[in-house]
């Protein structure tokens, strides 16, 4: 179980296309909020890589939009005020209940449905945006990047845990073999 589980990290910080241990570093800022997921949190971390991945956010960014989902009150909120300020029909009762990777994607889904522009938002607008709680360059990035398959890839890259573990263990070979022959 445990080399299944470095395995899926090592894929994970694969996926994240970064420096070797990124995904334990994500894993470990958002433990409390990954543990919720009980027996999925394994593959629920695997589908925020690939989010992470498609949006180029940190896992802890897309955390601090989606949680605003997880009470009725607190989603009936921020749907209401990205809904009046982007013309957008998210859904609270959509939300709530949901896991964080699938409110990303309906997020994504509502924000693209819109049409609205962030880009070319009026500064009183991203004022309303901000107030709200969530940074606007956070919805560009995820009403930009195509989330409708996440689930899928995040099994892929699960799959290919125990080869990327594989090629972990050789890089480690290759820079201990000289460290060996020096004792």
């Not at 334990?24 to 543990?35: F, T, V």
């Not at 939009?65 to 989603?75: H, I, K, L, N, R």
Request: hydrophobic share 45%; no cysteine; net charge negative.
């Amino acid at each position: 179980a445990l080399t299944d589980s470095l395995g899926d990290l090592a894929a994970i910080d694969k996926k994240l296309g970064s420096l070797r241990g990124t995904a334990l570093k994500e894993l470990s800022a958002n433990m409390q909020r990954l543990n919720q997921y009980g027996p999925r949190s394994k593959q629920v971390l695997a589908e925020l890589a690939v989010v992470a991945e498609k949006t180029g956010l940190s896992m802890g960014k897309i955390l601090d939009v989606t949680s605003q989902f997880d009470t009725f009150e607190g989603a009936a909120g921020l749907a209401q005020k990205l809904n009046v300020a982007l013309g957008t029909s998210i859904s609270s009762l959509e939300l709530v209940g949901k896991t964080d990777v699938e409110r990303a994607q309906i997020i994504s889904k509502r924000l693209k449905e819109s049409g609205a522009d962030l880009n070319n938002i009026s500064p009183q607008l991203a004022r309303v945006i901000e107030a709200a709680g969530v940074d606007l360059s956070t919805l560009r990035r995820m009403a930009n990047a195509d989330l409708s398959q996440i689930q899928q890839e995040a099994v892929d890259m699960s799959k290919d845990h125990t080869k990327v573990l594989a090629e972990a263990a050789a890089e480690s070979k290759d820079v201990l073999d000289p460290l060996a022959q020096i004792s």
